[in-house]
């Protein structure tokens, strides 16, 4: 197959663009992800993923629903999968006006206020004290609710 000199130029300016959209996506690894929660007691999401790269990480939860925190109040909590059952025990003992969430919990790794609809709160740490053998999650620890509030984190 030859090219003409007009293709040969086309060629290069397409795949310059490629090679230019390709780094910029990579230098944007984001660090920040948005999960909403509903009133249906659901997060629309399974995984979280966290570049490495990242200095720090925010996860940002948005309540999209319109039920008071009382009743349909979310928060989102990461911590090691071992750790998931100790962590919400405490916390459903610490109450709503700890977050649900037992104040100095070393086990916690990242935690959200407890919010209800319509309202938004966020949490940050730091990817390097992920342990990159461990396993972590992420759930919502209003009492009752990480059966189905729940996820995995993965590191990249
Ligand atoms: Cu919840």
Do not use: W
């Not at 972590?136 to 620890?141: K, P």
């Amino acid at each position: 197959m030859r090219f003409t000199m007009k293709q040969c130029a086309q060629l290069l300016v397409t795949m310059g663009a490629a090679c230019l959209l390709q780094q910029q996506a990579q230098a944007a690894a984001s660090c920040d992800v948005t999960v909403e929660a509903t009133d249906a007691m659901t997060f629309n999401t399974k995984e979280i993923a966290i570049p490495k790269s990242c200095k720090s990480f925010t996860i940002n939860l948005k309540h999209t629903g319109t039920m008071s925190k009382n009743i349909m109040g979310h928060n989102l909590v990461v911590s090691k999968q071992a750790d998931e059952q100790g962590v919400l025990q405490d916390g459903s003992k610490a109450g709503v006006s700890k977050s649900f969430v037992k104040p100095q919990d070393a086990r916690v790794v990242a935690a959200t206020t407890v919010i209800g609809g319509g309202e938004s709160a966020s949490t940050s740490f730091n990817p390097s004290q992920l342990d990159a053998a461990g396993s972590y999650v992420f759930f919502c620890s209003f009492p009752g609710h990480a059966s189905m509030m729940k996820g995995t984190l993965k590191l990249i």
